[in-house]
C-alpha cells in the first residue's frame, strides 16, 4: 500500500473533480439558456450572468487547485481564525450589507457582491470537524455535543438575523454528521422525521381537532394492542402528549413566529392556497416548466417558460427549471443521478479517512450539499416549500460556487494527504 | 475502526431515497401529467387573426368598382412611453393634449405592457408624416390594414358598406366574428359577404411573462395563411352608372337598367345617393349620423325597397295578360268617349280617343281601354270574379310582381298586389266586380312595384316572354362562377306571339310624332317604351319612364322613375333615352337644352320641419323595416288619389 500512487496527482480523487466538473458546464449551459435573449443571440457578453459566470468558474478552478498545492495543516490550524472571520462578516453584513429581496446578505466588493452566510457553513464545518477530532478519542458525550452544536447554531442565529431562513436551514443537515458519530441516536432521527412529517401534516389539516383526534384513536389502538407490557403503555403515553404539544406549537409557530412570506410559501406548498398569479406564481410557473419538459424537452435554447421570463429567478434559485424544460426527464434524472453519484463518492471519501478530523469534516461536506440539491429540486417540482437557496455548483453566482468549490477541494486535499497524516 | 460505521448506510439509503422521490415527482410531472405542457403553450402562444383582404369588385368591363387601400393603426404600449414631444405628435395626428392624455390613460389602464391602438385608420398622407418621426415617439408603432375604397365614388347603394359586427352578428355567426371585426352590412357587401371576405390566417405569436411579443412559434410550422376575398365581376357598366348618377342629381328616384338576355343589371341608381368614401375612415361615424338624418333618406334603397303604384306602365302588362286570357285580340276595339263610365265606375281619360285597339290604347295610354279589358277578365269568363280576379293576379305574379324577384341584394321587397280575400274581406262580401277597383286595371289602386320589378316587365316585354332573374354579380372569384338561380330561364307566362301589337303601341309611343315619348326619340335607334304618371298627394306627381332598345334582339331595358317630376315625359323620358343612347352608342344625340335642363334640374322636395322629425325618428329604428313602413304609407296615401285625375 506504501508506494502505490504516491506521487501527488495519483492521491488525489479525480472522479469526484470530474464530477464537480461536469456539474459547473452543466451549469454555465443552464445559465446561457436561462439569460439568453433570443433577440440579441451573442454568444459572448461579460455583462450577462452567463459571462460573469464563466469567470467564476475559471476563478474557482485556480482556487480549487491552489488548494490542492496548500499543505492540508495550514486549514486545520486556520480554521479558528476562518470561523473567526466568518463570524466577523455575518456581523459585517448586517451593519453595511445591501438588502436584496427582503435578505440582507450581501457586503458589496466593488462589482461583486459577498455573501458570507455561504462561506459560514465551510468555516463552520472545518471547526466542528477540527473540535470533533479533538473529542475522537473519548465516547460521544453530551458536553461534546452542546460545544458541537454552539459550533452550528452560533452562526445559524448570525444568518437568521439577515434574515436569510434557506441559509440558516442549511445548517441544520449536519445532524447528519452528529448522527455519523454516534453523537444522536437512530431513534432521535426517527423521531426527528416524525416531528418534520407531523409539522407537516399540523399545517396541513385545517383543524388541528382533527388530527389531535386521529393521534388519540392510533395512540388508544396502540395501548390496547401493547396492554400486557406496562412499560410501552407509559412510552406510548409520554410519546402521545409530546405529539399533542408540539402539534398545538406548530401551529402557534406558524402563526406568530414565522413571516408572512413565509408562511404564503408553506401555504402554497401545501396546497392550502391556490393562487397562480399570486405567492404561487413562482411555483406554477417552475412546475409548468418542468413538466412541459416532458421525456426528452424542448431542447437547447428552446424553453419557453425559461426563454421568456415565465420564471423568476431562474439562474439561481430556480435554474433547475431550465433543465427540466430544455432537457426533459432525461436530462433530469441524469443530474441527479450525477449528484447522487457524487454525495456517494463522498460518503465513500469520508469513510476511507483516518482520522476523525477528515470523516467529520467529508460528511459535514456530504450535508450540506445533499441540504442544498434536496431543498432546491424539491422546491420547483413542488414537494418542498419555496425556500430560497443555491443547487450547488449550477446556479449562477460567485459566492455560492466559490464555497461550495473550497469545500469540496479542501476535502480532496484531506483525501490527498489521509497516508501522510497516518504516517505523522 | 469507527463503531458508528454502519451507520454509512443509513445515510446512504436516505440519498438514495430522496433522490428516488424526486425522480417519481418528476416522471409524474414530465411524463405522466400532460397538462403542463398545455399551460406552457397557454403561458406563451397568442393565436393571432390575421385578416384577409376583402374582395375586390369589378365592374363588367374589368373597372375597379370597390378596392382596398392602406391604411394605418398607431398603436402604443404605455410603458415604453419615455420622454417624447408630446406636442409635436398631437400635432402630427390632429389631436389635442387632453385627448394625448385621455388615449394614453385608457390604454394604460387595459395593459401597460401591451400595444393598443391609440389611433385607428390614419390614411397614407398623415401617416407618412408620422411615419418620418417615428423613431423620436418611443411605445408608439404602426400597423398597417386595409379599408375599402371607391375610386369613382359611385354605386352606393349597389356596392353597400361594410361596419364593425354587432353583437347579433356575433351571436348568430357561432364565434365567427369577434368584436372589432368588420362585416358587410348592406349590399354586395353583405350579400356575398362570405365569398368577399376571405379566409382568415392565424399566426401563432410567442409572448413572454408581460404579454410582449416575442416571436414566431415553431417558425410559423402551425400558422395559416389569410386568403384574400374572391373578386367580384359585377354587371355593372361604370360609365352608364356615372352618367345616371350624375343624371339623377338632385333628384329623388331610381333607374335600373338590365340587358333582357341575361338578367344582369347594368345599372342601379338609388337617388339621392352618397359618396361610399364617406362610410369608411375616420369621419365614417359623423357621416353615418349625417346619411341618417337626412330628410331625403340617402340610406334608402329604393330600386328594390320603394314600392309605388306603377300608374300608365301598367298598361302593357294588362295588354299582355289579356290577350293569353284570351278576353281580348290585337283587332279588339273599345270606344272612348273620354272616359270608362260603367255601372257607376268613373275613369277619365284626358281627351276622348274615340275607337281603340290595342295599339292605339297603348300609344296613346287609353284608360277607357283598360277599364273594358279589365272588366272582362274579372267578369266575363264564366267564374265568380274573385276567381277571376285571382287568376288576373296570378298573371301579374308570373310577371315578377307581388313577390321579391330574388335579386343579389339584402333587403329586397316584393311590392304589393292585393288579393282576392283582401277585397273581400274589404267589400264584405264576395260579391263585388270589377267595378269595386277598377283603378287597377290602369296601374293604380292596390298595386305596388318595386323600380326593379318595372325595369324586369321591360326584360320580359324585349324578350318577348322570358327573363332571368335580374342580379348584380356575374362572376364569382378566378373561375367566374354565376349562381345557379341567375341562370336559370323563367316563363313570363304570356306566349310570344302577343308581344308584337304590345311592342308595337310602345314603339310609337317614342317614334311616332304625337307620341307621348316623341321627344326623346333616338334618331336611328327603335326604342320602345312607355311614360307613366302615379298621381302624388303630397306635391308633384311622381314621373316614370320605361322602355326597351333597340326593337330587334334589344340589348337594354330600363326602368327610370323620378319622384315628384310631375309628367312622365318630361324628366324620366328623357333620362331613359339619353342612358339607352349612351350604351348602344356611346353617344348621346338628345337637344343639348334638353340635357342640360336635366343635369340642371333639382326636384328634391322642400322639407318641412314637421316631417324631418318624424323621418328622424323613424331612422332610429331598424332602417330597412322603417323604410318599407314609409313606403307603405306613401303608397296608401296615393291610392287615395280620385282616378279622374289620372293623365297617361
Known amino acids: 500500500m506504501n508506494n502505490q500512487n504516491n506521487s501527488f496527482f495519483g492521491r488525489i480523487d479525480w472522479i469526484t473533480i470530474a464530477l464537480w466538473l461536469a456539474l459547473c458546464i452543466i451549469g454555465l449551459f443552464n445559465i446561457h439558456a436561462a439569460v439568453f435573449n433570443p433577440e440579441h443571440p451573442g454568444l459572448f457578453n461579460m455583462e450577462t450572468n452567463y459571462g460573469k459566470q464563466s469567470i467564476y468558474i475559471?476563478?474557482?478552478?485556480?482556487?480549487?487547485?491552489?488548494?490542492?498545492?496548500?499543505?492540508?495543516?495550514?486549514?486545520?490550524?486556520?480554521?479558528?481564525?476562518?470561523y473567526f472571520i466568518v463570524v466577523l462578516l455575518l456581523i459585517t453584513v448586517l451593519i453595511v450589507g445591501r438588502n436584496v429581496g427582503g435578505n440582507q446578505a450581501w457586503i458589496p466588493i466593488g462589482s461583486f457582491r459577498l455573501q458570507p452566510s455561504e462561506f459560514a457553513k465551510l468555516a463552520t464545518c472545518l471547526l466542528l470537524a477540527v473540535y470533533l477530532n479533538s473529542q475522537s478519542s473519548k465516547t460521544p458525550n453530551m458536553q461534546s455535543l452542546l460545544i458541537g452544536c454552539c459550533i452550528v447554531l452560533f452562526p445559524v442565529f448570525l444568518v437568521m438575523l439577515q434574515p436569510d431562513t434557506g441559509s440558516a436551514l442549511a445548517f441544520f443537515s449536519l445532524i447528519f454528521v452528529f448522527y455519523r458519530e454516534g453523537y444522536v441516536s437512530t431513534k432521535f432521527m426517527v423521531f426527528g422525521g416524525l416531528a418534520i412529517v407531523l409539522f407537516v401534516l399540523a399545517l396541513l389539516v385545517p383543524n388541528e381537532w382533527i388530527l389531535i383526534i386521529s393521534l388519540t384513536l392510533i395512540a388508544t389502538i396502540s395501548i390496547y394492542l401493547n396492554r400486557q407490557?406496562?412499560?410501552?403503555?407509559?412510552?406510548?403515553?409520554?410519546?402521545?402528549?409530546?405529539?399533542?404539544?408540539?402539534?398545538l406549537s406548530v401551529d402557534f409557530v406558524y402563526e406568530n413566529v414565522l413571516q408572512s412570506h413565509q408562511r404564503n410559501r408553506i401555504d402554497i406548498i401545501l396546497g392550502k392556497m391556490d393562487d397562480p398569479r399570486g405567492q404561487g406564481y413562482n411555483l406554477n410557473q417552475s412546475k409548468i416548466a418542468i413538466g412541459s419538459g416532458q421525456l426528452f424537452g424542448k431542447g437547447y435554447l428552446q424553453g419557453t417558460q425559461t426563454k421568456y421570463n415565465f420564471v423568476p429567478e431562474q439562474s439561481t434559485d430556480f435554474i433547475f427549471c431550465t433543465i427540466?424544460?430544455?432537457?426533459?426527464?432525461?436530462?433530469?434524472?441524469?443530474?441527479?443521478?450525477?449528484?447522487?453519484f457524487l454525495l456517494l463518492r463522498i460518503i465513500n471519501i469520508a469513510e476511507r479517512q483516518r482520522t476523525t478530523f477528515a470523516r467529520v469534516y467529508a460528511y459535514g461536506v456530504a450535508s450540506i450539499l445533499f441540504f442544498h440539491f434536496f431543498i432546491n429540486i424539491g422546491m420547483t417540482i413542488g414537494i418542498v416549500p419555496v425556500i430560497g437557496i443555491p443547487l450547488p455548483f449550477i446556479s449562477y453566482g460567485g459566492s455560492s460556487l466559490w464555497s461550495f468549490t473550497i469545500l469540496l477541494f479542501l476535502l480532496l486535499r484531506f483525501d490527498s494527504a489521509r497516508k501522510g497524516i497516518n504516517q505523522n | 475502526m469507527n463503531s458508528f460505521f454502519e451507520r454509512k448506510y443509513i445515510i446512504q439509503g436516505i440519498f438514495i431515497a430522496i433522490a428516488l422521490l424526486i425522480i417519481a415527482r418528476l416522471f409524474y410531472l414530465q411524463i405522466i401529467d400532460n397538462s403542463y405542457i398545455l399551460s406552457a403553450n397557454n403561458n406563451v402562444l397568442r393565436k393571432v387573426i390575421v385578416y384577409p383582404a376583402r374582395g375586390v369588385v369589378l365592374d363588367r368591363h374589368g373597372q375597379v368598382l370597390v378596392q382596398n387601400e392602406p391604411v394605418y393603426d398607431i398603436l402604443v404600449t404605455p410603458r415604453e412611453v419615455k420622454n417624447i414631444d408630446t406636442l409635436f405628435l398631437c400635432q402630427l395626428l390632429d389631436i389635442n393634449k387632453e385627448e394625448f392624455d385621455k388615449r394614453l390613460k385608457k390604454a394604460r389602464d387595459h395593459s401597460p405592457y401591451r400595444a393598443s391602438t391609440f389611433e385607428k385608420l390614419l390614411d397614407v398622407k398623415t401617416f407618412a408624416k408620422f411615419q418620418e418621426h417615428l423613431d423620436k415617439f418611443s411605445g408608439f408603432q404602426a400597423q398597417p390594414r386595409t379599408i375599402r375604397h371607391y375610386p369613382d365614388s359611385i354605386a352606393a347603394h349597389f356596392l353597400g358598406y361594410i361596419q364593425e359586427v354587432q353583437e347579433k352578428d356575433i351571436e348568430?355567426?357561432?364565434?365567427?366574428?369577434?368584436?372589432?371585426?368588420?362585416?358587410?352590412?348592406?349590399g354586395v357587401e353583405r350579400s356575398y359577404e362570405e365569398l368577399i371576405r376571405g379566409t382568415r390566417g392565424i399566426k401563432n405569436q410567442m409572448v413572454d411573462a408581460f404579454s410582449r411579443p416575442k416571436g414566431i412559434f415553431m417558425d410559423g410550422k402551425y400558422d395559416t395563411l389569410a386568403v384574400s376575398g374572391d373578386g367580384l365581376v359585377s354587371s355593372l357598366d361604370k360609365n352608364l352608372q356615372m352618367l345616371a348618377e350624375k343624371l339623377m342629381k338632385n333628384k329623388l328616384g331610381s333607374i335600373v337598367a338590365i340587358e333582357p338576355a341575361t338578367g344582369e343589371i347594368l345599372t342601379y341608381v338609388s337617388s339621392p345617393g352618397y359618396d361610399p368614401n364617406m362610410m369608411v375612415g375616420r369621419q365614417r361615424g359623423n357621416n353615418y349620423m349625417k346619411l341618417l338624418n337626412d330628410p331625403n333618406r340617402p340610406l334608402f334603397n329604393r330600386p328594390i325597397a320603394a314600392s309605388y303604384p306603377p300608374g300608365s306602365v301598367f298598361k302593357v302588362v294588362a295588354a299582355l295578360t289579356a290577350q293569353q286570357a284570351g278576353v281580348i285580340n290585337p283587332q279588339t276595339v273599345f270606344n272612348c268617349p273620354g272616359g270608362y263610365y260603367v255601372n257607376g265606375a268613373r275613369m277619365r281619360c284626358t281627351h276622348v280617343d274615340g275607337p281603340t285597339d290595342l295599339i292605339k290604347s297603348i300609344q296613346k295610354s287609353c284608360n277607357t281601354y283598360y277599364g273594358y279589358v279589365y272588366a272582362r277578365m274579372l267578369d266575363s269568363r264564366g267564374i265568380s270574379t274573385p276567381e277571376a280576379y285571382s287568376l288576373w293576379r296570378e298573371g301579374l305574379t308570373k310577371f315578377g310582381l307581388g313577390n321579391p324577384l330574388g335579386i343579389d341584394l339584402p333587403g329586397e321587397k316584393g311590392g304589393g298586389i292585393y288579393t282576392a280575400e283582401q277585397y273581400t274581406k274589404k267589400f264584405g262580401s264576395a260579391k263585388w266586380k270589377s267595378t269595386y277597383n277598377i283603378s287597377n286595371s290602369i296601374g293604380q289602386g292596390e298595386i305596388g312595384i318595386t323600380p326593379l320589378q318595372m325595369a324586369n316587365i321591360m326584360a320580359i316585354v324585349a324578350n318577348r316572354g322570358f327573363y332571368y332573374r335580374p342580379h348584380l354579380i356575374k362572376g364569382i372569384g378566378e373561375k367566374q362562377i354565376v349562381k345557379k338561380e341567375y341562370t336559370e330561364k323563367l316563363f313570363a307566362g304570356v306566349d310570344a306571339k302577343h308581344y308584337e301589337p304590345v311592342i308595337e303601341g310602345m314603339s310609337r309611343v317614342v317614334n311616332m310624332p304625337g307620341g307621348t315619348g316623341y321627344s326623346v326619340k333616338i334618331n336611328g335607334i327603335e326604342m320602345c317604351g312607355k311614360t307613366g304618371t302615379v298621381q302624388n298627394a303630397h306635391?308633384?306627381?311622381?314621373?316614370?319612364?320605361?322602355?326597351?332598345?333597340?326593337?330587334?334582339n334589344p340589348k337594354i331595358a330600363i326602368a327610370v322613375f323620378v319622384e315628384n317630376a310631375g309628367y312622365g315625359g318630361t324628366w324620366a323620358g328623357p333620362i331613359a333615352s339619353m342612358l339607352t343612347e349612351q350604351y348602344l352608342r356611346d353617344t348621346i344625340t338628345l337637344p343639348k337644352h334638353l340635357q342640360d335642363r336635366i343635369y340642371n334640374g333639382y326636384l328634391l322636395p322642400k322639407v318641412e320641419k314637421k316631417k324631418e322629425e318624424v323621418k328622424k325618428e323613424d331612422n332610429k329604428i331598424d332602417s330597412s323595416k322603417t323604410n318599407n313602413q314609409i313606403a307603405i304609407a306613401n303608397k296608401k296615401k296615393e291610392l287615395v288619389v280620385h282616378h279622374s285625375q289620372i293623365v297617361r
Do not use: M
Not at chain 1, 427540466?324 to 447522487?340: C, D, K, N, P, R
Not at chain 2, 357561432?174 to 358587410?184: A, C, K, L, Q, T
Not at chain 2, 306635391?539 to 330587334?552: D, K, L, Q, T, Y
Open chain 2, 539 to 552: 306635391g308633384e306627381n311622381h314621373a316614370v319612364f320605361f322602355a326597351f332598345a333597340p326593337r330587334v
Open chain 1, 229 to 247: 407490557k406496562r412499560k410501552h403503555i407509559i412510552n406510548i403515553s409520554v410519546l402521545f402528549l409530546a405529539s399533542i404539544i408540539y402539534v
Open chain 1, 58 to 82: 475559471f476563478t474557482a478552478i485556480i482556487i480549487g487547485f491552489s488548494i490542492l498545492i496548500i499543505d492540508q495543516r495550514f486549514f486545520i490550524s486556520a480554521a479558528p481564525i476562518i
Open chain 2, 172 to 186: 348568430k355567426s357561432n364565434g365567427f366574428y369577434r368584436s372589432g371585426d368588420y362585416i358587410g352590412a348592406s
Open chain 1, 324 to 340: 427540466g424544460e430544455e432537457w426533459g426527464f432525461v436530462g433530469s434524472v441524469t443530474l441527479i443521478g450525477i449528484y447522487i
